[in-house]
């Protein structure tokens, strides 16, 4: 799958989510259940309620109550959102574990599913920055400004799909490693948190 395809998947979904624009709304994935689009749905699913759960949090008059639950929502979102994202490099890595790499082989700094991490954000971005630029109570200057990063962004989804693209046929060719390296998350880990296990 061309990486504008999993982009596709990422836009599809985030306008999908803003047509209800509910944090607390049904996902509603199209894709047959333990397919690898579901799983990219899921994906940014997730991606786009935790964007929305940030804006809530963001205004200076927010309720402290109201912003420490929205905190640990997020810290929880935050754990599922690394969790599919090494779903994702499982997929990766059985499609190219058993590669036999050249003997130049070179390690890439990021694997697939961090850079499609990447891809999820910037699908966002761009329907947000859309928004901002048609927005008609916004100024002309305003709409100036954001249609500059719009186009940007634009340019940024050409060169990363163009990346992930030529990584995964890098790694399918042996040109480059996969290895993995499992996130070492602390904050929500109740053995290595010291303000939770001292807390036992």
Request: charged share 30%.
């Amino acid at each position: 799958m061309k990486a504008i395809e999993l982009y596709n998947i990422f836009a599809v979904q985030v306008a999908q989510y803003h047509v209800n624009d509910d944090i607390d709304g049904a996902e509603h994935n199209p894709y047959q259940e333990g397919s690898f689009e579901a799983l990219l749905w899921t994906k940014n699913w997730v991606d786009t309620v935790q964007w929305h759960l940030e804006d809530l949090v963001r205004p200076e008059d927010v309720d402290p109550v109201e912003a420490l639950k929205l905190k640990r929502r997020i810290d929880k979102s935050n754990q599922v959102r690394t969790n599919l994202v090494e779903q994702i490099d499982d997929y990766y890595m059985s499609l190219f574990g058993q590669v036999e790499t050249r003997e130049n082989a070179t390690l890439n700094t990021e694997t697939p599913a961090w850079a499609i991490d990447r891809l999820s954000i910037l699908a966002l971005k761009i329907y947000h920055f859309g928004i901002e630029v048609n927005r008609e109570d916004a100024s002309e200057e305003h709409k100036a400004k954001c249609q500059q990063k719009y186009d940007t962004l634009l340019q940024q989804r050409a060169d990363l799909t163009e990346a992930i693209d030529q990584l995964l046929e890098d790694l399918a060719a042996g040109r480059k490693v996969m290895k993995l390296y499992r996130q070492m998350k602390m904050y929500n880990d109740p053995s290595l948190n010291p303000m939770l296990y001292a807390k036992k």
